[in-house]
């Protein structure tokens, strides 16, 4: 029989590279998608046609119910989450409403409704936040610094209990960043792979970046949905960190990008001040050991694959005049104001 996936925060960068992931599969793909988000279906481009959407609004209970019984998925994929973690600080309750609530609300409606469907939660780095070892696993004490962080840890354990007391096939993915040409340009991979793209074109001239010498475990989204989808094919639930297991510094990202396009960063790359973050720390980094011999997982996307990908990616676009470009224009611009613009210009990428 056609297995269903349901899937929040479909219309995400995860939710694309994961619905694609499945389609190529023969799922029947469904994402849940709350009334005030309809729009952005269309940063799904094509695969829009073969997703099947559902107007639900993640915060109630009886809805969520309801398109549970309704569907009868055999895997569910919850991904909903605000997208950028310093904007959780903004509204902390929220975050906590839709990252938690909507784990809870789930696993209690497919508890309720006797279903033995395969939950995914999609957990991150930041619960481990002010990290006293490194690499971590998911057994490394977690200490979130930030109310993303602490709702995500939440959500976390939410699922473990239900888990345990329910004997649920539930687990949790404890992802590293994860990037692509999907990546909205507030992140700095982004950020750094459309102003080199924009540079290189002539469209801008310079690029102001926070602290080059912070560094993350930057691997590809693609590769990192697929260790969901294989956590949830194991023969037991387990949680898993998945993340590449390698560091690197912005100062390399700035470098790998300008690279691609054959300029030299430090002629046109400052450091601002003002970017710099208080909060922040340095020894996110994966040890993937446990995925690999359980799920067979391994990223099979370099880094400099991957920034290749972007930058390439902004390139097209840029000259195909889909996206604006970086630079002074995109600068004076409110964060809020670039993400909408590009959630309206990112097509099939
Ligand atoms: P995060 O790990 O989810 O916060 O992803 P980001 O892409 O926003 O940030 C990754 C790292 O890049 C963090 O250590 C940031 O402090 C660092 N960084 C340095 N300069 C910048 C910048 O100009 N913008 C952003 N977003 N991050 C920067």
Redesign the pocket.
Known sequence: MRKTALITGVTGQDGYYLSRLLLGKGYRVVGLIPPARKSSIAKLGQLAEQIETYIVDLTNADWLTEAVEQLQPTEIYNLAAPS???RSWEDPLGTLDLVTGTATRLLKATRQLGLSTRFYQAS???IFGDVQSAPQTDETTFRPKNPYGAAKLHAHWTMVHHRDRYNLFACSGILY?H?SPR?PP???????SLAAASIKLGLSDQL?????D???D?GYAGDHVEAMWRMLQADTPEDYVIGTGVLHT?RD?VATAFDCVGLDWQKYVA??PS???ED???Q?VADPSKANQNLGWQPQVSFEQLISKMVNADLERLKAGDIKPSGATLKAQTEAQTEAQTEAQIKNT
């Open positions: 950028f973690v310093p991150s780095s930041e960043n990037e990546r507030q992140f700095v991979t982004r950020k750094i102001s970046i926070g602290n080059l912070a560094k993350r930057w912005v990202l450091s601002d970017l710099i973050r922040e720390h340095f996110l």
